[in-house]
């Protein structure tokens, strides 16, 4: 734990610790949650002001980017949640979670005469504790949830073939930018709408996703104006198992590759009918080195490529006058259960926007996500006397009120069924309220 200041526990005295109970006027002795959490409030707001400091010295837009210099731009974000378990799952609390963002990009093209290059970093900063060591879900309540580190988080050049119906990208890459992406589910926190957890629980440490990247080589074609296909050779182990912090890049022949392609279909422009920019993707991933069953005895010969298949869809429902209206997504998707603790996986949600007069940009959404134990896990688990509950279900409730070209506040409620499929954990409501500081 870092230094925590004298006069911070001062101020947060009040907070109240992981157990429910409030510690007033404990200025001399403060619990380690309570440190932990006035720790990160106060890391939280440093961090929020550095971002708006850099933001304010230049006078853009909403959602636009900083110009640097010609075909070089950047982006600079902040994003924190502060969470409360209010009844249910492990032990009642409150946690707070940050991230920041920090993203440069070059048009090689423009910047440099190299046509049809870009090039792109990304570096991330985390913060923070985890709400989920309160609930104990399977799933993640929040999408910020990660270890506390700087690190370069993207690193990679991209270059296009054939009047852009061809793409190569090369470097440290996240899967999750192209791959399973479905983009009215990025409203929420939970993170199985941001990507399935059946794809999200496999490999040693994890697919090339948020927090820990790989290399990668990356093919996209478009096959035509509607439907286009993406192929990507992975790092089999992103990062270091052992270290979570900092950048670890490399790769050996014993880490094997993880192999996802996804075939996309996108609905003709209708003039503005409903389901006008609507998606229908086809995933499908796999490993190619084996992975023991779960269970299998050390050294034994139990062992399967890991693999999986997914499908959603992604749609505009209704149009209110010029808004974006009503849209939903649904997604399923099935994991190898012989290596997996989850076997199958449903989610979907509605988002609606403009609900509001006057404020357009709002967005209110309603979603669930239901994650399966797969019969492998259930067997396993039989066979070392535990009793496990079939499945968790997230049910989630969230209001984004941008106040501000730069600044917007979410409130998200969380209901989450059979957390961890615990059954000696009951159902859990976590209130989050997330902040998001951008330019």
Same mark, same amino acid.
């Given at each position: 734990?870092?230094?925590?200041?004298?006069?911070?526990?001062?101020?947060?005295?009040?907070?109240?610790?992981?157990?429910?109970?409030?510690?007033?006027?404990?200025?001399?002795?403060?619990?380690?949650?309570?440190?932990?959490?006035?720790?990160?409030?106060?890391?939280?707001?440093?961090?929020?002001?550095?971002?708006?400091?850099?933001?304010?010295?230049?006078?853009?837009?909403?959602?636009?980017?900083?110009?640097?210099?010609?075909?070089?731009?950047?982006?600079?974000?902040?994003?924190?949640?502060?969470?409360?378990?209010?009844?249910?799952?492990?032990?009642?609390?409150?946690?707070?979670?940050?991230?920041?963002?920090?993203?440069?990009?070059?048009?090689?093209?423009?910047?440099?005469?190299?046509?049809?290059?870009?090039?792109?970093?990304?570096?991330?900063?985390?913060?923070?504790?985890?709400?989920?060591?309160?609930?104990?879900?399977?799933?993640?309540?929040?999408?910020?949830?990660?270890?506390?580190?700087?690190?370069?988080?993207?690193?990679?050049?991209?270059?296009?073939?054939?009047? @852009?119906?061809?793409? %190569?990208? &090369?470097?440290? *890459?996240?899967?999750?930018? /192209?791959?399973?992406?479905?983009?009215? #589910? $990025?409203?929420?926190?939970?993170?199985?709408?941001?990507?399935?957890?059946?794809?999200?629980?496999?490999?040693?440490?994890?697919?090339?996703?948020?927090?820990?990247?790989?290399?990668?080589?990356?093919?996209?074609?478009?096959?035509?104006?509607?439907?286009?296909?993406?192929?990507?050779?992975?790092?089999?182990?992103?990062?270091?198992?052992?270290?979570?912090?900092?950048?670890?890049?490399?790769?050996?022949?014993?880490?094997?590759?993880?192999?996802?392609?996804?075939?996309?279909?996108?609905?003709?422009?209708?003039?503005?009918?409903?389901?006008?920019? @609507?998606?229908?993707? %086809?995933? &499908?991933?796999? *490993?190619?080195?084996?992975? /023991?069953?779960?269970?299998?005895?050390? #050294? $034994?010969?139990?062992?399967?490529?890991?693999?999986?298949?997914?499908?959603?869809?992604?749609?505009?429902?209704?149009?209110?006058?010029?808004?974006?209206?009503?849209?939903?997504?649904?997604?399923?998707?099935?994991?190898?259960?012989?290596?997996?603790?989850?076997?199958?996986?449903?989610?979907?949600?509605?988002?609606?926007?403009?609900?509001?007069?006057?404020?357009?940009?709002?967005?209110?959404?309603?979603?669930?996500?239901?994650?399966?134990?797969?019969?492998?896990?259930?067997?396993?688990?039989?066979?070392?006397?535990?009793?496990?509950?079939?499945?968790?279900?997230?049910?989630?409730?969230?209001?984004?009120?941008?106040?501000?070209?730069?600044?917007?506040?979410?409130?998200?409620?969380?209901?989450?069924?059979?957390?961890?499929?615990?059954?000696?954990?009951?159902?859990?409501?976590?209130?989050?309220?997330?902040?998001?500081?951008?330019?």
């Amino acid at each position: 734990m870092r230094p925590f200041p004298r006069w911070a526990e001062k101020s947060f005295g009040w907070l109240a610790s992981v157990d429910g109970n409030a510690h007033v006027g404990s200025a001399d002795v403060v619990s380690l949650e309570e440190e932990r959490l006035a720790h990160g409030l106060v890391m939280t707001w440093i961090r929020a002001g550095l971002v708006v400091l850099v933001g304010a010295g230049y006078v853009v837009p909403a959602s636009s980017q900083l110009t640097l210099h010609e075909g070089i731009t950047a982006e600079v974000a902040h994003t924190a949640d502060f969470a409360t378990n209010v009844s249910g799952g492990v032990k009642r609390g409150s946690s707070y979670l940050d991230n920041v963002d920090l993203t440069l990009t070059f048009d090689l093209g423009t910047a440099w005469g190299w046509a049809g290059a870009k090039a792109f970093f990304y570096v991330l900063g985390n913060n923070g504790s985890s709400p989920s060591e309160l609930v104990g879900d399977v799933q993640t309540v929040s999408n910020l949830d990660a270890p506390d580190t700087w690190k370069l988080y993207e690193g990679w050049v991209e270059q296009e073939l054939a009047s @852009g119906r061809l793409s %190569l990208k &090369a470097g440290l *890459y996240d899967l999750n930018s /192209e791959f399973d992406v479905i983009d009215t #589910g $990025g409203l929420f926190l939970n993170s199985s709408h941001g990507i399935g957890p059946d794809f999200s629980q496999t490999g040693e440490n994890g697919p090339s996703i948020f927090p820990t990247t790989s290399l990668a080589l990356r093919l996209r074609a478009s096959i035509s104006e509607s439907v286009d296909f993406k192929l990507a050779a992975l790092d089999g182990i992103p990062g270091d198992v052992q270290d979570p912090g900092g950048t670890h890049v490399g790769w050996t022949s014993d880490e094997g590759l993880l192999i996802a392609g996804e075939l996309a279909y996108y609905t003709s422009p209708g003039g503005g009918d409903v389901g006008e920019g @609507g998606t229908v993707v %086809l995933g &499908a991933f796999a *490993y190619t080195e084996r992975t /023991e069953h779960l269970g299998a005895m050390p #050294g $034994g010969t139990a062992s399967s490529r890991n693999h999986g298949i997914y499908v959603f869809a992604d749609h505009p429902l209704y149009a209110a006058g010029n808004g974006p209206g009503l849209s939903g997504f649904v997604r399923a998707g099935v994991a190898d259960t012989d290596v997996n603790q989850i076997g199958t996986y449903l989610g979907a949600g509605f988002v609606y926007a403009g609900l509001l007069p006057g404020r357009e940009p709002d967005r209110i959404g309603l979603a669930v996500a239901h994650a399966r134990n797969g019969a492998g896990f259930l067997d396993y688990r039989s066979s070392q006397g535990h009793q496990q509950d079939g499945a968790e279900t997230a049910i989630e409730l969230t209001y984004s009120a941008q106040l501000m070209d730069w600044l917007s506040l979410q409130p998200d409620v969380q209901y989450i069924i059979n957390p961890g499929t615990d059954p000696a954990l009951g159902n859990a409501l976590m209130l989050s309220l997330r902040s998001t500081i951008s330019f």
